[in-house]
């Protein structure tokens, strides 16, 4: 049994539709394990997006079992990063729509290029050209109602479903900088009145794939493969790195304070000190060591002569023998070598 497990996934599956995170739980009981399971939102744990987790977290019987991760930013904390901050802090270069390869920056390409909707004599282009900039986050549909679009672009929107022309509908609306991302999918979707809101605060475009690696922290030196669109997916099915991180640290905290009630006896080379959230709790869990590897035994032959066992100190050699034909004539074979099974090995005799 590993000694912690860690499972993650959508908020809901812990909903009163779905019964995927009671069963979960109900079968790490089963296996003996101590369980709890939390929903964590990465901004308030350094992230710069309001993507939400369930994180279920089993223990083995007697280890300490972590608690609620803490938050690190929001009320009274630190302030909560935003999508303005982590954009500016990266110093991106301005970005054209139609851009499709970067040479100095290759993740920095848009994930979505707006394109010509001949049949409806519409340029999506000049669509997003017209949404406003100011006040932040601005929609297609905030736009519409301020008649900013010509007579086949408000035809056009008009023939929009009805969730897409919702009063808060998130299709084709920009990133509001002042906020943390909003929940980005595995697949870019303008379209889409929950997960539209890709659009770049102030430039005409979607947000880049290296715009979507900030919204999710993941670092420069961390390599994803594939198409644009292949770790778009990628990242919307991740959890953001800093909760990720925290998830990990508090798992570890609990883990080198279990080794460490257990003693010198435990797992050599453990030296972390106790965390102080984890005082004062007691640990029974024998955890198994690892075997230490075994030595294989030396060869003992039997010397019929005198009836003693002599030690070989080296191994039989590994070359191939001529068989040796014993003299009939005088019952004496003249060899020295003997053989056990498919091994000639030299006699040794007792001095």
């Known amino acids: 049994m590993p000694a912690y497990?860690?499972?993650?996934?959508?908020?809901?599956m812990d909903s009163p539709q779905s019964a995927a995170c009671a069963l979960a739980k109900a079968h790490l009981v089963s296996l003996g394990y101590q369980v709890r399971h939390d929903v964590d939102k990465a901004s308030d744990?350094?992230?710069?997006?309001?993507?939400?987790?369930?994180?279920?977290?089993?223990?083995?019987?007697g280890a300490i079992l972590p608690d609620?991760?803490?938050?690190?930013?929001?009320?009274?904390?630190?302030?909560?990063?935003?999508?303005?901050?982590?954009?500016?802090?990266a110093n991106l270069?301005?970005?054209?729509?139609?851009?499709?390869?970067?040479?100095?920056?290759?993740?920095h390409v848009p994930t979505?290029?707006?394109?010509?909707?001949?049949?409806?004599?519409?340029?999506?282009?000049?669509?997003?050209?017209?949404?406003?900039?100011?006040?932040?986050?601005?929609?297609?549909?905030?736009?519409?109602?301020?008649?900013?679009?010509?007579?086949?672009e408000?035809?056009?929107i008009?023939?929009?479903n009805e969730p897409q022309q919702a009063k808060g509908s998130k299709s084709f609306k920009r990133i509001n900088p002042d906020q943390p991302f909003q929940t980005i999918t595995t697949k870019v979707n303008l379209y889409c009145c929950r997960g539209g809101q890709l659009l770049h605060p102030v430039e005409h475009r979607a947000l880049s794939l290296q715009e979507i690696r900030l919204a999710f922290d993941v670092p420069d030196s961390f390599i994803l493969v594939g198409k644009v669109a292949d770790q778009v997916k990628m990242l919307g099915n991740s959890v953001p790195w800093n909760l990720g991180a925290s998830i990990g640290r508090q798992v570890g905290r609990c883990w080198s304070a279990s080794l460490a009630k257990r003693g010198s006896a435990g797992t050599a080379g453990v030296g972390i000190e106790k965390e102080p959230d984890t005082a004062g709790q007691k640990i029974s869990v024998v955890i198994p060591r690892t075997a230490p590897q075994r030595r294989r035994a030396r060869p003992v032959v039997e010397d019929e002569s005198d009836g003693e066992s002599v030690v070989i100190l080296k191994p039989a050699p590994q070359r191939r023998v001529r068989p040796v034909v014993e003299d009939e004539s005088d019952g004496d074979s003249g060899s020295s070598i003997e053989?056990?099974?498919?091994?000639?090995?030299?006699?040794?005799?007792?001095?």
Do not use: C
């Not at 744990?45 to 019987?61: E, H, N, Y």
């Not at 053989?339 to 001095?351: D, F, H, M, S, T």
């Open 339 to 351: 053989y056990l099974g498919a091994r000639p090995v030299k006699k040794a005799r007792a001095e």
């Open 5 to 12: 497990v860690v499972i993650e996934n959508v908020p809901a």
């Open 158 to 160: 008009r023939s929009l």
């Open 45 to 61: 744990r350094g992230s710069a997006t309001q993507r939400k987790r369930l994180i279920i977290v089993a223990a083995v019987p």
């Open 93 to 107: 270069p301005p970005l054209h729509n139609d851009e499709i390869l970067n040479i100095k920056m290759p993740n």
């Open 68 to 89: 609620a991760i803490p938050g690190t930013h929001g009320k009274g904390l630190a302030e909560v990063r935003t999508a303005g901050d982590v954009m500016r802090l």
């Open 112 to 152: 979505y290029r707006l394109p010509v909707n001949l049949d409806n004599e519409v340029s999506e282009l000049r669509i997003v050209q017209q949404i406003p900039t100011r006040p932040p986050g601005m929609s297609l549909m905030a736009a519409y109602n301020q008649g900013l679009f010509s007579r086949s």
């Open 154 to 156: 408000r035809r056009w």
